[in-house]
T-cell receptor, first 111, second 114 residues
Framework: KQEVTQIPAALSVPEGENLVLNCSFT??????LQWFRQDPGKGLTSLLL?????REQTSGRLNASLDKSSGRSTLYIAASQPGDSATYLC??????????FGGGTRLMVKP | DVKVTQSSRYLVKRTGEKVFLECVQD?????MFWYRQDPGLGLRLIYF???????EKGDIPEGYSVSREKKERFSLILESASTNQTSMYLC?????????????FGPGTRLTVL
């Protein structure tokens, strides 16, 4: 059974810092990996999806990398802003695009 | 833009009541999912559906059932609500056509069972 770990569980940084959020998973037989953002009490917003054949994806200040063989993905956030404060969830997708979620990294960016 | 809507943002029910949570997507997606989210346990899959009238159990189906009579609508049913079903319920969908496997989520329903 796929198990997903996200480190750190919580992070507090001053505005402007570049950030690294880590995700590791135990079963490398994945089809894709998705990163989500969740604001308190709200649903999930998809940030990036990396197919298993890809190494990375970029959207604006966000860059996600995938090392499938070692079971790792990293989300880089450049020049962090207070509006980036949220919980970030990593979810590798197996057969049928079944997602397994990590526990999330709760990010706070202070002005 | 894909839109996934859920019938209620907040719901309060009594133990033993039958509860219906509705989810509607507007992008003709074949696949729909129901998750629950609890502190310390993360998101867990309850049920999913690959097509109309098709349903498959997820990781924690006990105490729940689902209905998919139309492609755009996926309902989660709590036959007899219990306090341990107090949770945030999230619906998601994705389509098999197109160039992405992105799952799109609704805003969530916060259910409290008293």
């Amino acid at each position: 059974k796929q198990e997903v770990t996200q480190i750190p569980a919580a992070l507090s940084v001053p505005e402007g810092e570049n950030l690294v959020l880590n995700c590791s998973f135990t079963d490398s037989a994945i089809y894709n990996l998705q990163w989500f953002r969740q604001d308190p009490g709200k649903g999930l917003t998809s940030l990036l999806l990396i197919q298993s054949s890809q190494r990375e994806q970029t959207s604006g200040r966000l860059n996600a990398s995938l090392d499938k063989s070692s079971g790792r993905s990293t989300l880089y956030i450049a020049a962090s802003q207070p509006g980036d404060s949220a919980t970030y969830l990593c979810a590798p997708g197996g057969a049928g695009n079944m997602l397994t979620f990590g526990g999330g990294t709760r990010l706070m960016v202070k002005p | 833009d894909v839109k996934v809507t859920q019938s209620s943002r907040y719901l309060v029910k009594r133990t033993g009541e039958k509860v219906f949570l509705e989810c509607v997507q507007d992008m003709d997606h074949e696949n729909m999912f129901w998750y629950r989210q609890d502190p310390g346990l993360g998101l867990r899959l309850i049920y999913f559906s690959y097509d109309v009238k098709m349903k498959e159990k997820g990781d924690i189906p006990e105490g729940y059932s689902v209905s998919r009579e139309k492609k755009e609508r996926f309902s989660l049913i709590l036959e007899s609500a219990s306090t341990n079903q107090t949770s945030m319920y999230l619906c998601a969908s994705y389509g098999v056509r197109g160039d992405t496997d992105t799952q799109y989520f609704g805003p969530g329903t916060r259910l409290t069972v008293l």
